[in-house]
């Protein structure tokens, strides 16, 4: 850029000064020529009629004229005396142009290289009663008086290079420093401001990169944050399962350690076999339940109208017997005809985890109250209990995988913490939106609007 700035500089300079050395010289020249003139008039006026009209008058009056030339010819214009040219007598100067005008207006002028010097001379010549009398000077050629300004112009060049080059650095500065600055700034800061409105579109590219740059950081911090939870959260899964898995394998391979080695009499045998059969089979289950879970992720299967109506009066007489094991009493309040767009095994899944926690986490002789209605754009579903509650500080947690609030009624009550987990997921790929109120020992109610 440097380079540039300089080349143009330099360039228009050196331009000028040409023109300006051109056009002086002409101005010069054109001066030299007019004072030539007016000094060949003043000249003439000394002019006598006593000089002879011969080489000898010519040389006498140029003498008097400090060596200005003198030529006299005749009224046809023929030479009769020169000064500095005493052979051109009778050569015919008619032709000259300063004769021509000397005839027809009494004097006259021209500027012309002389034919017999071989020099720029002023010619200025006026007709007497003799003839003609012509006096000439030397003048300096346009040419001339170029050439002896070349030296002068060639140490303005040199000064004109130095300007240039201060004068490059200078612009140069000036122009780069603000544009080194909003560089810096772009890398400190979000948004730089323009230091003069020429560079705006600059800074305006500036901060749009710095705004997408930020944005795509962002993105990828999230992202990021969404590996690691996803890593987390799968280690989690990994670790609960072995946990959850982990109790019924101690106890089925410390009975079995026990049988084969004929440690046990014929009551404990039963009681260890009874074991044995009761924690395969919850290992069953949670096998089960697990790949339950996991599978909801990848149910693309089509939905279809299902009769929450019909199915959730099915549901409640199937699990009578157990809130009769409990002497619970049931309140239902379910409109007939209720149709989700659905599958008939989430929405049984939603149903029956609800109920069935509402009845193993229930008082002795509690109560539940079921309601489905219709709404505007679907239908709501609660479950209300009044049973041991949920805290506040666990009812955060509730939905998450293998929660369970009473660790202890973990394998005891056959919970392991994914039903809620399970209803969460079904929920939350269908659109429906679940929520949860609870007050310790007086009950739980969960909501389910369904679109
Ligand atoms: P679990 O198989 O242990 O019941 P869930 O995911 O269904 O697992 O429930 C998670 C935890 O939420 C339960 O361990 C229980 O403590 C609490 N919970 C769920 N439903 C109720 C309810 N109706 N009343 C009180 N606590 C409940």
Redesign the pocket.
Known sequence: MRKRIFIIAFSIMTLMLVFYAVLSTQLFYDSAVLHTKGHLKVYMNAYSEEFSFDNYGAQAFSQQLNGVRVTFLDGNGTVTGDSEQPSLVGSAHVDREEVKLAQSEGEGYSVRSSDSIGADMVYYCVKTDSGYVRLALFTDSELGVFKDSVPTLAWFVFVIIIICMVFTYLASEHIISPVKKIARDAAMSREVKPPYPELKPVTDILNRRNMEVASKIKELSEEKELVERAQKSKNEFISNITHEMNTPLTSIKGYTELLSGGMLNGEQQKIAYSTILNQSERLTKLVSRVINYNELDNDELPSYEVNASTLLKDLISTLMPSMGKKSLSLKSDIEDGIIVNSRFERVNQVFS?LIR??I???KEGGEIAITLKKEENGAVFSVR?T????SEK?IGR??ERF????KS??GV?????????TVKKICKRSGWIISVE?KIDEG?C?TVKIK
Do not use: M
């Open positions: 985890n926690n509402a193993r986490y229930n209990d049973g041991i509650g949920i666990d509730i939905f929660y369970t609030v009473d009624h973990n009550n056959g919970g392991f913490g994914l039903g809620l987990a609870s739980t969960f």
